[in-house]
């Protein structure tokens, strides 16, 4: 069973889950899996005022339609509410016109819609409503369903992941606790620091990516930033895995006789781990071409 067979496998298993997921083709992802700059399913949120909770749902259902929900102190259900982008804004095309959903039932609650902007950072939208004398922001993040997450690892998983931005975690071990930080500054260079019982910080150190592991290329040297202050605390650096599927890294070292296992995660990523996979979201060319590898398997 050689290492081609082998992978070829792997990719003819990605080809299969996505097809069990519903996509044939590069361009069926296209609503799926998230573009950097438009807004893409669907996005819930709640506030509290006064006592009041206000909860609001946007669905996008294409680039020119949208569904809103709004319950709580207003209850709303509008489907297929046309709008348009503006830059971040996200304009209801007939907000102001009688007969339309949305302007029917705001108006029926002597509610008035300010404004619905959306932030492509964060994957955020923010509905802001007046209410009688208050101004209520109600902040939407976004429902990530079971199909985008196995999507979005598919096509990780084709483009072949890497470790970049920075990595922070702690662990605590009969009663002392060990916090690391790694920070992978491109794909040849890295920050390390170590705190708690031992200290270390180091800058610049040169290491190498190669199936799932991490190397540091000096760790056995003395002079190296690393192996000096993992020699004077009398540490050992066992490895350092990186786990592509969450976007996290195991730091493992060995201190006196117990060896402990840092787990660190990616600093910049709030949602579920299986989505902390990405800086940045994936385009539609990268999706394109983690398919086309996908396919090329087939």
């Not at 939208?125 to 976004?142: A, E, G, R």
Request: charged share 20%; net charge negative.
């Amino acid at each position: 069973f050689s290492p081609s067979a082998f992978c070829e496998t792997k990719n003819m298993m990605m080809l299969r889950v996505a097809l069990l997921v519903g996509v044939s083709s590069a361009a069926s992802l296209r609503g799926l899996v998230k573009s950097a700059t438009d807004p893409s399913g669907s996005y819930t949120g709640s506030k509290t005022v006064l006592g009041e909770t206000f909860t609001g749902t946007v669905t996008i259902e294409s680039s020119t339609s949208a569904d809103l929900v709004m319950t709580g102190a207003v209850s709303i259900d509008c489907e297929n509410e046309a709008y348009h982008l503006d830059g971040s804004d996200i304009v209801l095309d007939n907000i102001d016109v009688d007969g339309d959903c949305v302007h029917d039932n705001l108006d029926s609650y002597g509610v008035t819609l300010e404004s619905a902007t959306y932030d492509s950072t964060n994957d955020e939208i923010t509905l802001s409503v007046k209410y009688s004398v208050l101004t209520i922001d109600i902040v939407l993040t976004h429902d990530t369903t079971m199909r985008e997450l196995a999507l979005r690892m598919i096509a990780r998983k084709a483009l072949g992941a890497t470790p970049s931005g920075a990595y922070e975690g702690t662990k605590t071990v009969l009663g002392i606790s060990v916090t690391a930080d790694i920070d992978v500054t491109d794909d040849s260079t890295m920050d390390m620091s170590i705190s708690g019982p031992i200290t270390l910080s180091c800058t610049g150190e040169a290491y190498t990516f190669s199936d799932d592991s991490i190397s540091i290329d000096n760790v056995d040297q003395d002079g190296d930033c690393v192996h000096d202050a993992l020699a004077d605390n009398g540490v050992t650096l066992d490895s350092i895995t990186y786990d592509e599927a969450t976007d996290s890294i195991a730091v493992e070292v060995k201190y006196g006789a117990i060896t402990i296992t840092i787990d660190l995660d990616h600093e910049d990523q709030a949602a579920p781990k299986l989505l902390q996979r990405e800086a940045a979201p994936l385009t539609l060319a990268q999706v394109a071409k983690a398919f086309a590898v996908m396919e090329a398997a087939h």
